[in-house]
Nanobody, 120 residues
Framework: VQLVESGGGLVQAGGPLRHSCAAS????????MGWYRQAPEKQRELVAI???????NDVDPVKGRFTISRDNAKNTVYLQMNSLKPEDTAVYYC???????????????WGQGTQVTVSS
């Protein structure tokens, strides 16, 4: 199983960016998918999460600015980031809870991480 991210980059404060993360390989089912971020010298933190049924939850610093969504047919999760701030600068990682076979164990997988830099 692989999670491949795309998107990210350099943007001015106030601008938008969009991430996507596609899961591929031997996949029987995907439960929750989410986005995390890690700023320099800080711990990795949750940004937003979405269940297989589409229920979402995001953290206070990004509420009203970031939107998580997913396409179950494509095994893909998205993160639309608007009104970006310099404090959003971090490496962003996608995460997914995946079963490789029916009735098999659910394991967590991570994307490779993509850098987002927001200039002031």
């Amino acid at each position: 199983v692989q999670l491949v991210e795309s998107g990210g980059g350099l943007v001015q404060a106030g601008g938008p960016l969009r991430h996507s993360c596609a899961a591929s390989g031997s996949i029987s089912g995907i439960n929750a998918m989410g986005w995390y971020r890690q700023a320099p010298e800080k711990q990795r933190e949750l940004v937003a999460i979405i269940t297989s049924g589409g229920n979402t939850n995001d953290v206070d610093p990004v509420k009203g600015r970031f939107t998580i969504s997913r396409d179950n047919a494509k095994n893909t999760v998205y993160l639309q980031m608007n009104s970006l701030k310099p404090e959003d600068t971090a490496v962003y990682y996608c995460n997914a809870h995946i079963a490789k076979r029916e009735y098999g164990p659910m394991l967590y997988y991570w994307g490779q991480g993509t850098q987002v830099t927001v200039s002031s």
